[in-house]
């Protein structure tokens, strides 16, 4: 059974192995699938991706990765957003946050951005995902530490911040300026170490055990029912991913001092905004 999984501040490969013996590799940039796809797996898994000072992972080699009969899942956070945006062309989404990008009920992709730290200290986050913070303050009211009035501001608090802002002390912080009730606040306060939600780690784990399943049983490669289509922006890619393997066989658009995840145009653009077609070039 071999499978590739990219992973970094969602879930440690340590903590993953415990669900998939796989190879795990840091998040996926622009050209990482397509290297590891070189290597005929059975599987890739994507969780985390990066952006900004490297190009995201590109729906393309996604395309020609299931072209190639490999299978393609994606949870939790990059993984949960480009298999949102190509299941109709088969890639396979696993948990709660691939099913709110793909139902529509979440749209910005800052949803599943954090910061977090370089690999040489454990991808460690220094920010909270916000469907994370939704997540958690769901169950918060379920419980009864929030009314549902309360809840519904203290998501509205946390979605203005910047996300590399949204922490749980922030967000409090800034609900006390606001005037929110005292006591809510410090009922939350007293809950959170025992009652935070990681969704994106649920997901994550969801995704693995999948693919340990299908793996199990499945001994066909990937079939798919569309035309991939090579032109000169694809050749182009394949050159600048056979350079950069030359340069770091590991991963060339790792980069370990890189602190934020998920996509270089992101900000609050709506996901319902973007358009896949079968030969993105």
Known sequence: MTAYVFTGPTLSAQEARG???????????????????????????????????????WHKEILWAMKEGIHVFGSASMGAL??????PFGMEGVGKIFQAFSDGILEDDDEVAVVHAPQEQGYRPSSVAMVDIRATLASAERQGALSSKTRKCL????????????????????ARSLGLSVQEIEALESWLPEGEVHQKREDALEMLRLMRQRLARDSGGKEVHYCFEHTFAWDECIRSARRGQQRNPRTACHQTEQPTQIDPELGRRKFSSRRIQTSPG
């Open 19 to 57: 669900e998939l013996e796989a190879v795990y590799m840091p998040p996926a940039a622009q050209g990482d699938v397509y290297r590891i796809a070189c290597k005929r797996p059975r599987a890739i898994g994507i969780i985390d991706g990066y952006f900004e000072r490297v190009p995201a992972v």
């Open 82 to 87: 480009r298999a949102a945006e190509l299941a």
């Open 155 to 174: 998501e509205q608090v946390a979605k203005s911040l910047f996300y590399p802002d949204r922490r749980y002390d922030q967000i409090l912080a800034r």
